[in-house]
């Protein structure tokens, strides 16, 4: 998502949910974690590499995904 979609207000809203998991959130976030890996496993082994060892060989899209990728995964 660039900036012109409030890429910035998005990441805080996040950011704050991370840092503030409820007890009602936390025993919810496992559908998180589940679409998490089912992303993950529906990438070429290739790509799940180089997201989560060797991000430096990523384009923009495949950054994209992985930050996208680490707030699944920060959240659940």
Same mark, same amino acid.
């Given at each position: ?19 503030? =998991?409820?007890?009602?959130? =936390? ?46 995964? =920060?959240?659940?």
């Amino acid at each position: 998502m660039n900036d012109s979609y409030g890429r910035n207000r998005v990441e805080s809203i996040l950011d704050s949910l991370n840092s503030n =998991k409820s007890s009602t959130f =936390k025993s919810s976030a496992i559908e998180l974690k589940n679409t998490y890996t089912a992303i993950m496993s529906s990438l070429p082994i290739s790509a799940r590499n180089s997201i989560l060892f060797n991000p430096s060989s990523l384009n923009s899209q495949g950054l994209a995904l992985r930050e996208g990728l680490d707030y699944f995964n =920060k959240l659940s």
